[in-house]
């Protein structure tokens, strides 16, 4: 029996949750069933940013167990799948970095060029 939506419900929640099996990840039925067990986007999303603040891995590692039957690859998508429907692509949003000057081993790099550069 593949445990597409259990395994990827614990990736969400660090919870075992009694999701229907299925044979393919279902990441908008995910979603829906999560919602049903009280795991909103923003409940998702506050679980998220708290695993983060504690500086521990969000998604949560599923064990090997529960991923048993599932393509690491599949998983993976499905994963950014459904974190793409509950909005949660990135957790934190920040603003891009201040410009900064170069150290001298980026003024290296950047003045390493051909040597039929500049001919």
Known sequence: MNRWQTALGFALTQLELPLPPSEAPD???LVEALA????SAERIAEHAREVLAAEQPWPHPIPAAMRE???????????????????????E???PSA???????ERRLVADVPPHWGQ
């Open 27 to 29: 990441p908008a039925g």
């Open 99 to 105: 410009p900064r000057p170069l150290n001298a081993d």
């Open 93 to 95: 949003k920040r603003p």
């Open 69 to 91: 039957g599932c393509g690491p690859a599949q998983l993976h998508a499905a994963v950014g799948r459904v974190r793409s429907l509950l909005d949660l692509g990135t957790v």
């Open 36 to 39: 049903q067990a009280g795991w």
